[in-house]
T-cell receptor, first 114, second 109 residues
Framework: ETGVTQSPTHLIKTRGQQVTLRCSSQ?????VSWYQQALGQGPQFIFQ???????GRGNFPPRFSGLQFPNYSSELNVNALELDDSALYLC?????????????FGPGTRLLVL | SQQGEEDPQALSIQEGENATMNCSYK?????LQWYRQNSGRGLVHLIL?????REKHSGRLRVTLDTSKKSSSLLITASRAADTASYFC?????????FGTGTKLQVIP
C-alpha cells in the first residue's frame, strides 16, 4: 500500500502568478482534503473532494480551486497569488466508504510567494 | 478559524517524564483526533476517540475526552527524545476536520 505523495516539495512564485499543486492519494482512498498551514499555526481546511466532487469548503476565496481525477488523485490551484499564500500545503486522503475517519497526510508542498 | 486550542503552547520535559497536553474546542463533534508533526513536515495520525468514548489507549499514549467540557487531553508516558514534535488536536464534524493551534513538545535527553 503506497502512501500519500505530493509534488512538488518546494515552490517559489511571485505575487500575481498561478500555481498548481498535486496529490496522489493512498491506494483505495476516494476522499482527498487540502489544508493550508502557515508557519507556527495549525492546518486550515481548504476543501475536500469525494469521488470527483467538492464535498465541503473552508473559509478560502474562490481563487483557491481544486480537482479530483477518476484515479482519486487531486490538484489544488491557486490563482492571483498573494504574499500571505506562503505556507505548507498538505493533502490528506481517507477511505470514506469504509467510514474510517482517519486521514493519512502527505509530506506537503512548501510554497513561497515573493 | 481554529476550532480547538491546545494548552500549553510549548512544553519542555526531561526524557522519561510524562507529557500532558490539553485541547479545548467549541462545537459538538463526531470524533477528536490527535496528530504529531515533526519539523513542519506532514502530520502523522496518533489516535482517534469518538464522541461516545471517554478514554482510549495506544502504546504510550492515553487520550481522554470530556464532551460536557468540550475538552480532551493527550498523555505521553515515559517520553523519549524522538517524541519531540508539535502535537495537534483535530475535531471532526461530518468529515470537516478542524485543527487546533498545537503544542510544541521538547523532550530533553
Amino acid at each position: 500500500e503506497t502512501g500519500v505523495t505530493q509534488s512538488p516539495t518546494h515552490l517559489i512564485k511571485t505575487r500575481g502568478q498561478q500555481v498548481t499543486l498535486r496529490c496522489s492519494s493512498q491506494s483505495g482512498h476516494n476522499t482527498v482534503s487540502w489544508y493550508q498551514q502557515a508557519l507556527g499555526q495549525g492546518p486550515q481546511f481548504i476543501f475536500q473532494y469525494y469521488r470527483e466532487e467538492e464535498n465541503g469548503r473552508g473559509n478560502f476565496p474562490p481563487r483557491f480551486s481544486g480537482l479530483q481525477f477518476p484515479n482519486y488523485s487531486s490538484e489544488l490551484n491557486v490563482n492571483a497569488l498573494e504574499l500571505d499564500d506562503s505556507a505548507l500545503y498538505l493533502c490528506a486522503s481517507s477511505p470514506r466508504d469504509r467510514e474510517q475517519e482517519t486521514q493519512y497526510f502527505g509530506p506537503g508542498t512548501r510554497l513561497l510567494v515573493l | 478559524s481554529q476550532q480547538g486550542e491546545e494548552d500549553p503552547q510549548a512544553l519542555s520535559i526531561q526524557e522519561g517524564e510524562n507529557a500532558t497536553m490539553n485541547c479545548s474546542y467549541k462545537t459538538s463533534i463526531n470524533n477528536l483526533q490527535w496528530y504529531r508533526q515533526n519539523s513542519g513536515r506532514g502530520l502523522v495520525h496518533l489516535i482517534l476517540i469518538r464522541s461516545n468514548e471517554r478514554e482510549k489507549h495506544s502504546g504510550r499514549l492515553r487520550v481522554t475526552l470530556d464532551t460536557s467540557k468540550k475538552s480532551s487531553s493527550l498523555l505521553i508516558t515515559a517520553s523519549r527524545a524522538a517524541d519531540t514534535a508539535s502535537y495537534f488536536c483535530a475535531t471532526d464534524v461530518y468529515q470537516k476536520v478542524t485543527f487546533g493551534t498545537g503544542t510544541k513538545l521538547q523532550v530533553i535527553p
